[in-house]
């Protein structure tokens, strides 16, 4: 990060592309190409419409000779400062993605993206510090400018890591892990001896980010004396910053590579550096092969902990397209307020290190200071088309109690999965009932600060928690009388959003942990994996329900009855109980003998349904989790 740095504008007075000379190349090389002009400033230049220079950058990475931007006058350099060698082009459904190098510059970028609407990149030149930006208008015809380099590569001061307390950074707190933390998710728990070398956080997702650590680590072994724990921690805090979104956060170099082949513009890379360095990330370069650059810093002070997780996190942000989050005293980058624990993760996140219940968190300025007003979330789903997970618990679920009235996390958990969402957990008292029960956010670095109520049958608010400063909920020793409750939760807020946070980035796992005396007792039948219920029987048209609980990781679960009379067929459903409209497998055979199966299910409770469409006994239900 560059702090109190501000940017100024180019003064350029040489014109971008330079002379008629190169413009009559251009036309040239695109053919039916809009005519390229000059702005009268001669900061701006326009080289042709999209669709044109799509097809020229196709003809170029088929021939290096054909290159789009290569003058016909060879002698004159300032026709030559946008020639390019392309590594990489990507067309399929009228979308293009196109990464290169600036031709003799091996430290450079050059990236586009888009369609023949809307072409967009950079080609950024770090030796000579001047970045160059592509962009489209209305009628599709492509421009280019000359920008400040910080603009491309908004975290490139080196300075910035001279004038930093390093001492400071050395001493960061790392988080915690909530005892509630069991796996609910691949993310989600402490480091359990997996290969750092293959991690997946959503397996089988279309969209795909890359975290090459290749160059600090030698096999399956980290370098430098880095622990492994300490590298699934990196990896473990860049998936809880993004585990809102369908995007599998993988350190495992053949599911990226199979991701950019399917489809290069759902995927990313950061490449780990094994040296001290500014960390940084060419702009919206997410959909391209240009990679952003995290240097781990070994003498420093920055940590696996948290400082080489944060910053992966802030440089992904930088490829998604979102920049720096500034205000306040911190200039360029906002410090947070220390008396919420909270800042933006496009801000200075090393001021929350020695923070114990930190949260930073994807912002659009709505604090007091903010000087950029970004909505980051919809950059990410909207701009760049990576779509939020589905949700849940969408109508809602019974709270699961055993019965001796615990309530474990390993069967009672969610995810907040966007800004409002909230999640409901129905159960029942009879008599006089007592509740216990803490909510905790279960990501390693998450953002979710949890906010729980209790309402009941009347719609009357009964209890609220929303511990300040904690980000958890918590019920001790509430009494209920007897009824039908219902157990709201939301991501929280502190404060105002002018001076605290809101709701708006408050999203993630939590789990629940507790008691409930006095409960009505489950009313499913819970089935234990591989083990046959034998002896069901129903009469014609009713349901008979099961439910057995999928841990995180699982490749399938396998639904069966086997009957020798009647008509059972078979159901099975999410968090709900199914119904013949509403299900994830079934089996509807005229007889008996039924079989469905969930491939890669997500963890949860899964209801078995076996409908009667004619009577049966002797019917034995099974569900085995592989």
């Not at 799509?54 to 054909?66: D, E, K, M, V, Y």
Request: aromatic share 10%; with cysteine.
């Amino acid at each position: 990060m560059k702090k109190n740095s501000p940017q100024k504008t180019s003064n350029t007075t040489q014109g971008i592309l330079g002379s008629s000379l190169l413009c009559a190349s251009l036309l040239s090389a695109f053919g039916a190409a809009t005519a390229a002009t000059t702005a009268t400033d001669g900061t701006r230049q326009e080289i042709g419409n999209a669709d044109a220079l799509i097809r020229s950058l196709g003809a170029q990475h088929a021939n290096p000779n054909a290159s789009f931007l290569r003058s016909t006058d060879t002698s004159s350099a300032k026709n030559k400062h946008l020639d390019t060698d392309i590594t990489d082009y990507h067309f399929k459904d009228g979308l293009v993605s196109v990464s290169g190098k600036a031709r003799g510059s091996a430290n450079s970028h050059f990236y586009l993206k888009g369609n023949a609407k809307n072409l967009r990149g950079y080609l950024v030149k770090h030796d000579e510090k001047k970045a160059y930006e592509y962009s489209t208008d209305a009628n599709g015809v492509v421009s280019v400018t000359e920008v400040p380099i910080n603009k491309v590569v908004p975290d490139l001061d080196e300075n910035w890591l001279k004038a930093t307390t390093f001492n400071t950074l050395a001493g960061a707190i790392h988080p915690v892990y909530s005892p509630m933390a069991l796996r609910q998710a691949r993310h989600i728990g402490p480091y359990n001896n997996e290969d750092v070398t293959k991690l997946e956080s959503k397996p089988g997702s279309a969209w795909v980010f890359y975290l090459n650590h290749s160059a600090v680590m030698s096999g399956t072994t980290p370098l430098n004396g880095v622990s492994k724990e300490n590298m699934y921690r990196v990896w473990q805090i860049v998936a809880d910053q993004f585990s809102m979104y369908n995007i599998n956060i993988t350190t495992n170099p053949a599911v990226y590579n199979a991701a950019k082949s399917a489809n290069i513009l759902r995927t990313g890379v950061l490449n780990f550096v094994n040296q001290d360095g500014r960390s940084n990330a060419p702009l919206s370069s997410f959909g391209t092969t240009s990679a952003g650059t995290l240097y781990r810093n070994p003498s420093s002070g920055f940590d696996y902990g948290y400082g080489i997780g944060m910053t992966a996190a802030h440089e992904i942000g930088h490829q998604m397209g979102m920049l720096h989050d500034g205000g306040g005293s911190g200039g360029e980058y906002f410090e947070g307020i220390a008396a919420f624990q909270w800042g933006p993760i496009m801000g200075n996140y090393w001021m929350g290190s020695q923070w114990a219940a930190s949260r930073w968190t994807w912002s659009k300025g709505e604090y007091n200071t903010a000087n950029r007003f970004e909505d980051d979330l919809r950059i990410m789903n909207v701009n760049e088309s990576i779509p939020y997970v589905a949700d849940d618990n969408p109508s809602g679920k019974n709270l699961a109690v055993d019965t001796a009235g615990n309530i474990s996390p390993s069967t009672n958990f969610g995810q907040i999965e966007k800004t409002g969402d909230t999640d409901t957990y129905n159960f029942t008292v009879t008599g006089n009932g007592k509740l216990d029960l803490k909510i905790d956010p279960i990501e390693y670095f998450g953002m979710l600060d949890v906010d729980a109520k209790i309402y009941n049958s009347a719609n009357t608010l009964i209890a609220s928690s929303n511990k300040a400063v904690n980000r958890s909920a918590e019920f001790i020793g509430l009494n209920l009388s007897a009824g039908n409750y219902r157990l709201v939760i939301a991501g929280g807020a502190e404060g105002t959003p002018q001076n605290g946070f809101s709701n708006y980035s408050s999203l993630g796992y939590y789990g629940l942990k507790g008691a409930l005396v006095g409960s009505t007792p489950p009313v499913d039948v819970m089935l234990t994996s591989g083990v046959g219920l034998a002896n069901q029987s129903a009469s014609t048209g009713t349901w008979k329900y099961y439910a057995i609980d999928v841990p995180a990781g699982k490749t399938s679960i396998v639904f069966n009855v086997n009957g020798a009379n009647g008509d059972a067929d078979l159901y099975s459903q999410l968090s709900v109980k199914p119904t013949t409209a509403s299900y994830k497998c079934k089996s509807d055979g005229a007889t008996s003998v039924e079989t469905c199966t969930v491939n890669a299910p997500a963890a949860g409770r899964y209801y078995l349904g076996v409908y009667a469409y004619s009577a049966f006994n002797t019917l034995t239900v099974k569900a085995t989790v592989n």
